[in-house]
């Protein structure tokens, strides 16, 4: 109970501190929100009319202040390109955003178990890990121009851009579950063939930082005494390591795992632009390129909050996984 009371503490602080850095970041960007709302043919007193109903001048603290209020009311603001509440706008996007990671989260985490598994039973067999490596390591902006140019536009093989070759209007958002419930496996298949390069290019980096802090943890715990006695048993090799030694060595692998979802959403910004998929990352882009601050500051918290709702989730999964340790201590 200390650790828990202890780390929304913390996350209540983080967030407040973040809010206000980016918050701080309109006092240094040169282009005025009245002028881009307004238009650039309007004239002097309509943007000052527009800057006075926004509260652009009034000081720093009480900007800061008027936003924390209508942060606790659940008011983002409005966003000065759609001209929409930026609570809409992320209930929009967001869908798009989780659906891409979650999936690219399950193919990194699936491959990174499958090289650590294959190491650990045959340590001779290095190609698949070297493959991987060589392929992640490469920035995710290279690979992920690599892959539309071959994949897509000389081969033909896969769709490049979007997340449906029709426009579909689902109850969740999510097009694998959409088009699975309502619109049959043909636009599922479809929706399946957008998704994969995108999260491909996404799980990439996940996977080689995950399999290396698990081929190492499974280094160690395959010399333990207990892994000699179920081999001496007759198991399998692939069965004693599934069994007996995975969760003993996942707990560096969900440190890295958990360091790994986090930074995903740095590269999500990155993927969504090549791939044109309409998520949060691209709608990120396009509120940086307009200096649409309120859309910034709401995609921003939303992140921050993810960040920290994922760290504490991997401290508990720590525990869980390996009951030695001891998350009040922590």
């Known amino acids: 109970m200390t650790f828990l009371v202890r780390k929304i503490v913390g996350g209540i602080t983080t967030l407040l501190l973040m809010t206000f850095v980016v918050f701080c970041l309109q006092s240094v960007v040169p282009t005025d929100p009245a002028r881009l709302i307004a238009g650039p043919a309007a004239p002097a007193s309509t943007v000052k009319a527009i800057r006075s109903e926004m509260g652009l001048d009034d000081d720093l603290v009480t900007r800061y202040g008027r936003f924390l209020h209508r942060l606790s009311q659940g008011d983002l603001g409005q966003s ?31 491959f990174a178990t499958i090289i650590a598994v294959v190491q650990a039973a045959y340590p001779h067999t290095r190609i698949l890990r070297i493959f ?19 994949v897509w536009f000389k081969l033909g093989w896969l769709p490049g851009s979007g997340r449906l070759s029709v426009r579909l209007n689902g109850q969740t958002g999510i097009l694998l579950i959409d ?8 636009l599922f298949v479809d929706a399946i063939s957008h998704l994969i390069l995108p999260a491909l290019v996404l799980a ?28 001496g048993k007759g198991l399998s090799i692939i069965v004693v390591i599934v069994r007996h030694g995975l969760r003993n ?22 993927v969504e632009r090549v791939f044109g998929w309409p998520g949060l990352g691209m709608y990120m882009v396009q509120s940086l390129a307009y200096s649409d601050l309120p859309a910034i500051l709401g995609v921003a918290l939303l992140l921050g909050t993810v960040y920290i709702i994922v760290g504490t989730a991997v401290r508990i999964a720590q525990q869980i996984a390996d009951p030695r340790i001891s998350v009040q201590s922590r």
């Open 179 to 186: 088009t699975a419930l309502l619109a049959g496996p043909r």
């Open 132 to 150: 991987f490596v060589g392929i992640g390591s490469a920035p995710v902006y290279l690979t992920a121009l690599v892959v539309v140019y071959v």
């Open 80 to 110: 000065v390109r759609t001209r929409q509440p930026v609570v809409n706008d992320i209930a929009r996007y967001l869908p798009a955003t989780f659906e891409l990671a979650a999936v690219a989260m399950t193919l990194g985490i699936l």
């Open 249 to 270: 060595a996942a707990n560096s692998a969900l440190t890295m795992g958990g360091l790994q979802a986090r930074l995903m959403f740095g590269n999500m910004l990155i």
């Open 204 to 231: 990439l980096p996940i996977t080689v930082a995950i399999s290396q802090a698990l081929s190492s943890s499974l280094y160690d715990v395959m010399r333990q005494g207990y892994i000699r006695t179920a081999r």
